[in-house]
């Protein structure tokens, strides 16, 4: 054995022996002159956008100090790149959302899904036509809560491609189903139902609700309906409640209807008599029979529901339409009340927004309600996912009313902006250049932009500076907006690339 395992090593000895001199290539006999590695391999160089990456946080965190320099107390910011929190002040702290809280009503509904809205037009099932075809009975347009049934007269003054449901297209189909039957005239009328959302109001001056200091106040002031941001509510809405309107969609010109089912029965029965179908009664409201009890002669049914959310966003009344939805989605009574109770104890939650009952306090789904309160925290958490409804539903800067004031760098920018008296604010996000995707949201409340009269200065004393109401492109958020459209800051990828080799 001993003499085995000796020859057994001087064996594997002389191969390797072998096996070395095959892979030895032997003495060089020539050098190579190609430039030489300035870089090195293992150089930060050689991957310039991480070198970049603290020096442009640093930038970035510094350009939003500068602009919440000398903000007002009440002013909270939050800013994330990817995972990073880059910037936060007073992310909790209560303040009033103005129209950003639309992100809000708009994550609430989409967390209970569902499709679209329906209206129906039919007539009792027990309706006769007689051998000179008129229909012995009323025409019954069924609201089913759709919040962008519209003419298009109304829609192409806005000049965008929001989402709408062509009342013009209804009233067709209703005339070729009438004509289909026989029908050349009607004994009776056009009723408009709205009984979907029953015992709501028309708008919130009527309703109390206890403020953030336990004081009972409506929920709208008599100015803030009069504004017009919102029409009429009501679950069989033509033109957003709105009876006359001009070509300017200044909404303080539109005439809002007293009655919106009564007026949406009203263009229908105008469409009948134009095509030739007499109607014997006036326009009115009521209930149409029950789903087993009526004949259906037209349906249109909404976009779905993913298109409508958008438009949420720059329409303050389907924005308060969609609060009601969730009261009636969430299986309670169809109100606004509820809805804003659903909002509160499980939309928000089930949307995964940090919901705080003590920080933020929903009164109505558009914001015009100066009871509203909410935080940066629930602002940015509501867009952070860029698969969210609500990131989703941002729409690009160009579209918003601070392309004004948009820096001309702004690479590609979605943004919900506010300003409204004494508040003003952005929420948004940002997909730089390098592909960084910044998340952004800002709220400020300054109660000095609207000042009550006070006593006339002393002699040889400056009154005040009256700075007046926020407006769009308010200041703030003109800074932040340049601020978040800087990134990335530093120096460029090509002064941080490797260095090119000497003689190259």
Request: aromatic content about 4%; some cysteine.
């Amino acid at each position: 054995m001993p003499a085995l395992i000796l020859a057994v090593a001087v064996g594997g000895v002389v191969m390797s022996d072998r096996t070395d001199a095959d892979a030895d290539p032997g003495i060089a006999t020539a050098v190579d002159t190609g430039p030489d590695l300035i870089t090195p391999i293992l150089s930060a160089r050689r991957v310039p956008g991480w070198l970049r990456e603290p020096t442009s946080d640093s930038l970035l965190s510094g350009s939003i100090a500068d602009v919440l320099n000398g903000a007002p107390s009440a002013t909270c910011v939050k800013v994330t790149r990817g995972d990073m929190l880059i910037a936060d002040n007073n992310t909790s702290a209560p303040i009033r959302p103005g129209a950003l809280q639309r992100l809000l009503t708009l994550s609430a509904l989409d967390s209970l899904g569902g499709s679209g809205f329906r209206t129906e037009v039919a007539f009792s099932a027990d309706a006769e036509i007689d051998e000179d075809g008129v229909l012995h009975g009323d025409i019954y347009l069924i609201g089913g809560g759709d919040p962008v049934l519209s003419t298009r007269p109304f829609i192409d003054r806005f000049g965008d491609d929001r989402a709408f449901t062509n009342f013009t297209e209804l009233a067709g189909q209703t005339i070729i189903g009438l004509r289909t039957l026989g029908v050349t005239g009607i004994d009776g009328g056009v009723i408009g139902d709205e009984s979907k959302y029953e015992d709501i109001s028309r708008d919130y001056r009527q309703e109390d609700a206890t403020d953030v200091d336990g004081d009972g106040q409506p929920i709208w002031t008599s100015e803030q309906a009069a504004s017009n941001t919102v029409g009429p509510l009501s679950a069989l809405l033509v033109n957003n409640g709105f009876s006359e309107w001009p070509t300017n969609i200044d909404p303080a010109l539109n005439m809002r209807a007293d009655d919106p089912a009564e007026t949406a029965a009203g263009l229908l029965d105008i469409r009948l008599r134009a095509a030739g179908i007499d109607v014997s009664d006036q326009p009115d409201t009521g209930d149409a029979p029950a789903v087993l009890e009526r004949q259906t002669i037209a349906i249109i049914d909404s976009p779905p529901l993913e298109e409508i959310l958008p438009r949420s966003l720059v329409d303050a009344t389907t924005a308060e339409m969609l609060l009601i939805e969730i009261s009636v989605r969430s299986g309670s009574e169809p109100s606004r009340l509820l809805g804003s109770l659903y909002l509160v104890t499980g939309g928000l939650t089930a949307a995964g927004l940090p919901f705080d009952i003590i920080s933020s306090r929903p009164f109505d789904g558009s914001g015009l309600s100066s009871l509203n309160r909410s935080t940066c925290n629930m602002l940015h958490a509501a867009i952070a996912s860029a698969d969210s409804a609500a990131a989703r539903a941002l729409p690009p800067i160009a579209q918003t009313s601070v392309t004004a004031c948009a820096p001309q760098r702004v690479g590609d920018l979605h943004v919900l902006a506010s300003s409204d008296g004494t508040t003003t604010g952005l929420a948004g996000r940002f997909s730089a250049d390098n592909g960084d995707e910044l998340v952004f949201a800002m709220l400020v409340d300054d109660p000095t932009r609207v000042l009550v009269d006070e006593e006339p200065a002393a002699e040889g004393e400056e009154s005040p500076e009256q700075l007046g109401p926020f407006d769009n492109c308010s200041d703030m958020q003109a800074a932040l907006l340049s601020a978040i459209s800087g990134h990335p800051y530093g120096p460029t990828l090509e002064t941080l690339s490797p260095l090119e080799a000497a003689g190259g």
